[in-house]
């Protein structure tokens, strides 16, 4: 089974500021696909990143970068330069790769992120 | 503009009423998926489903009914509501169902069970 750990209940960053959101997984399986979403307060969740477990380098999406340590089984989301608009709530997600059917994608239970003046 | 929605946003109801969460996507994507999030447990599966007529169970499906006869709509019913069903719900899309494709949430339905 899988199983997606963010240790962070909540963060807090000053505004231009890089924070990182720790995320660590557990399976079994050798392919696996790691997604970091985020959730404003308006609602809605809005994906961010995606990185492959045989990808080689870490993925980068605007100001966002994935830091994929796959011995360590972690994925953390870095965000750099923070903006008041970051302060939301960031899931981390993982689910198999290569399977015959849709698979499901299994959720940490989310980190809080206050940026501050 | 095109994308996924989800009607109603806000849903209040009582104990052992039936409730239909609608969710309407645009893209022609195959894949929909239907997740309850709460407190402490982040997103959790309840049913998906990989094509028109063609629906699987997820990780908490007790109390919940799918059904999917067209490819853009998959209705999400509470049988018989219950108190443990307050939560919100997200429906979500993807144009495949494993591999890197990304799953795309609609804006969510807050449903109350009193």
């Known amino acids: 089974a899988q199983k997606i750990t963010q240790t962070q209940p909540g963060m807090f960053v000053q505004e231009k500021e890089a924070v990182t959101l720790d995320c660590t997984y557990d399976?079994?399986?050798?392919?696996?696909?790691l997604f970091w979403y985020k959730q404003p307060s308006s609602g809605e969740m809005i994906f961010l990143i995606y990185?492959?477990?045989?990808?080689?380098q870490n993925a980068t999406e605007g100001r966002y970068s994935l830091n994929f340590q796959k011995a360590r089984k972690s994925a953390n989301l870095v965000i750099s330069a923070s903006q008041l608009g970051d302060s939301a709530m960031y899931f981390c997600?993982?689910?198999?790769?290569?399977?015959?059917?849709?698979?499901?994608?299994?959720f940490g239970t989310g980190t809080r992120l206050q940026v501050t003046l | 503009d095109a994308g996924i929605t989800q009607s109603p946003r806000y849903k209040i109801t009582e104990t052992g009423r039936q409730v239909t969460l609608m969710c309407h996507q645009t893209?022609?994507?195959?894949?929909m998926f239907w997740y309850r999030q709460d407190l402490g447990h982040g997103l959790r599966l309840i049913y998906y489903s990989a094509a028109a007529d063609i629906t699987d169970k997820g990780e908490v499906p007790d109390g919940y009914v799918v059904s999917r006869s067209k490819t853009e709509n998959f209705p999400l019913t509470l049988e018989s509501a219950t108190r443990s069903q307050t939560s919100v719900y997200f429906c979500?899309?993807?144009?495949?169902?494993?591999?890197?494709?990304?799953?795309?949430f609609g804006p969510g339905t807050r449903l109350t069970v009193l």
């Open positions: 997600a993982m689910r198999e790769l290569y399977t015959g059917t849709a698979s499901k994608l299994t």
């Open positions: 990185q492959g477990s045989y990808d080689e």
């Open positions: 893209w022609s994507h195959s894949y």
């Open positions: 979500a899309s993807a144009s495949q169902g494993g591999g890197s494709n990304t799953q795309y």
């Open positions: 399976t079994s399986d050798q392919s696996y696909g």
